[in-house]
């Protein structure tokens, strides 16, 4: 069974760091891409990066840039996002999500797997 389980989630103030983690089970990584969404209260899911797991490949949300990093470990199965200097527009429910490139780096609705978010908040 495939699983991806999203942790790290909680309240901070602006300016502070959260670091999210997505553990994987049921598939391994290996030409994968690995999206970090995020959904605001009242607002249509966003996309904030999109990762290739075989070459590092990262796309970020013009809103995210600078601030938050995506990585992520194959041998542990598990993707990350760094997230420094939140803003309270940052937060909102972020969910991990994968699906095999086949060649090609698309993070969107269309994701294979998805987790079930973990709840970021961001107080000023």
């Known amino acids: 069974e495939v699983q991806l389980v999203e942790s790290g989630g909680g309240v901070v103030q602006a300016g502070g760091s959260l670091r999210l983690s997505c553990a994987a089970s049921g598939f391994t990584f290996g030409d994968y891409a690995i999206g970090w969404f995020r959904q605001a209260p009242g607002k249509e899911r966003e996309r904030v990066s999109c990762?290739?797991?075989?070459?590092?490949?990262?796309y970020y949300a013009d809103s995210v840039k600078g601030r938050f990093t995506a990585s992520h470990d194959s041998a542990k199965n598990t993707a990350f996002l760094q997230m420094d200097s939140l803003k309270p527009e940052d937060t909102g429910v972020y969910y991990c999500a994968a699906k095999p490139t086949w060649g090609l780096l698309l993070c969107d609705d269309e994701m294979t797997y998805w987790g079930e978010g973990t709840p970021v908040t961001v107080s000023s």
């Open positions: 990762t290739s797991t075989f070459d590092g490949t990262t």
